[in-house]
């Protein structure tokens, strides 16, 4: 393994907040991997072995039935980590996660970086799991009691957040297990907040062209868990501020 810089380190928001004497000793516990779409990073009953540091990478904790059947949970990008059991003392989840959009992550060793509670990583790890839960029972709100195309709208701008402002590839399928809801009324959501001239979608791949018209077309979901984690963390989420090309 080698050590990654702190400078590169600091791309993850999480471990950007760490005082620099703490950065710096964790950056020498990490390394730099590639993450591809759909690629599977934890499966249920899987011990934790890996901490995983998204930095570019998008990943999805998703929550299966006996049928295979799915729904994300829960969002995990720049601002937070993957692994949050091990920090919280069990071994492994009950819930598969998986690469939502392919990227950089900085991982290490889960003995190494969760065998102390006591250190400011920990610390800042616990406060984003309080987020995360938040996140989560928001979401499973918003999935039983929200119009389809309200939690589109949610979804989208919760992944525009954590991503460099290039479009997004997203399948209907994948969109779909996103929302726990069906292809169809998933593509439907997705082309009437095309037609409105929010979003563009082609060819798999999704661009926001009209964020303010976006969260006017969210439910109040997106802003709690985007409140939730600037108060609790102490730094907001970046949403994307670079020119919009046509995906076409």
Known sequence: MSPVATSVAAGNALLASLPAAELERVSRMLDERELTLAQTIATPGQPFDEILFPVTAVCSVIVETQDRRGVEAGTIGYEGVVGLPRFLGAPSSPRR???????????????????????????????YASTFLTQAAQTAACNRLHPL?????????????RTAGAAFHLTHEFFAIM????????????????RRGLIEYARGNVRILDRRGLEAASCECYGVIRDDYAATMGMALKARREPVDSIQ
């Open 179 to 194: 929302l726990g809801a069906h292809r169809p009324s998933v593509s439907l959501a997705a082309q009437l907040l095309q």
């Open 149 to 161: 195309e309200q939690r589109a709208a949610r979804w989208l701008l919760m992944t525009d957040d």
């Open 97 to 127: 996660t998986v690469c939502q959009i392919g990227g950089s992550t900085l991982f290490g060793a889960a003995s190494d970086l969760a065998a102390h509670p006591d250190t400011p990583l920990a610390d800042a790890v616990r406060r």
